[in-house]
Nanobody, 125 residues
Framework: QVQLVESGGGLVQAGGSLRLSCAASGPIFSAYAMGWFRQAPGKEREFVAAVSWDGASTYYADSVKGRFTISRDNAKKMLYLQMNSLKPEDTAVYYC??????????????????WGQGTQVTVSS
């Protein structure tokens, strides 16, 4: 089973950038699609981005398309989320997760398992 630890969150001004990292442990990281989700206070967890097992296919929520980039390094068992042009509405706890099921690029919470503990991102206006 894959275990996940997120890092890289913090406080940044609007327009700034952050890079989130997700370190995975377990024998078969490269076999799974991976994704990022976020949850703001009082809101449901929402999909942010996902990447296929080989890194060749990606999918983004409309709210982050063109600003965020998901990537992975299978040799290092790492998942990344580069976040540029951050907005106050991006403030949330960000989680990485392992894709389960047959979808090459899963997009809904039900398609993911083995969630990390989350990292806080706060964007000030």
């Amino acid at each position: 089973q894959v275990q996940l630890v997120e890092s890289g969150g913090g406080l940044v001004q609007a327009g700034g950038s952050l890079r989130l990292s997700c370190a995975a442990s377990g024998p078969i990281f490269s076999a799974y699609a991976m994704g990022w989700f976020r949850q703001a206070p009082g809101k449901e967890r929402e999909f942010v981005a996902a990447v296929s097992w080989d890194g060749a296919s990606t999918y983004y929520a409309d709210s982050v398309k063109g600003r965020f980039t998901i990537s992975r390094d299978n040799a290092k068992k790492m998942l990344y989320l580069q976040m540029n042009s951050l907005k106050p509405e991006d403030t949330a706890v960000y989680y990485c997760a392992v894709g389960v099921g047959p979808a090459r690029v899963p997009k809904t919470p039900a398609d993911f398992g083995s969630w990390g503990q989350g990292t806080q991102v706060t964007v000030s206006s």
